[in-house]
């Protein structure tokens, strides 16, 4: 059963950055699409990126281009978010999330990932 566990959240000012990292306890096909979702109180979860572990293929919402950027390290199987000039509409909990699939599959619905984390408050003021 895949685990995740999101870490790096807090509070900035607008303009700042932070790093979110999602550590899993295992790398296989249960975990071939990885992706960041966030949300803000009373709004709809909504996907900020997405990355297929197996080609790197990475996409982002409209909302996470040019200031957001995924990465990886295999080694840790960890996932990691860096954020630039943080807004304060980017206030929301973020969480990780994973699922099996081709990276067709990844750019999809949170109510298609089967594992989670628990969450990581991203508060901008």
């Known amino acids: 059963h895949v685990q995740l566990v999101e870490s790096g959240g807090g509070l900035v000012q607008a303009g700042g950055s932070l790093t979110l990292s999602c550590a899993a306890t295992?790398?296989?096909?249960?975990?071939?699409?990885m992706a960041w979702f966030r949300q803000g109180p009373g709004d709809e979860r909504e996907g900020v990126a997405y990355?297929?572990?197996?080609?790197?293929?990475?996409q982002y919402s409209d909302s996470a281009k040019g200031r957001f950027t995924v990465s990886r390290d295999n080694a840790k199987n960890t996932v990691y978010l860096q954020m630039n000039d943080l807004k304060p509409n980017d206030t929301a909990m973020y969480y990780c999330?994973?699922?099996?699939?081709?990276?067709?599959?990844?750019?999809?619905?949170?109510?298609?990932?089967?594992?989670w984390g628990q969450g990581t408050q991203v508060t901008v003021s």
């Open positions: 999330a994973a699922r099996a699939g081709w990276s067709s599959l990844c750019r999809i619905t949170w109510r298609r990932y089967n594992f």
């Open positions: 295992e790398h296989s096909a249960s975990t071939a699409c």
């Open positions: 990355m297929h572990t197996g080609n790197n293929n990475i």
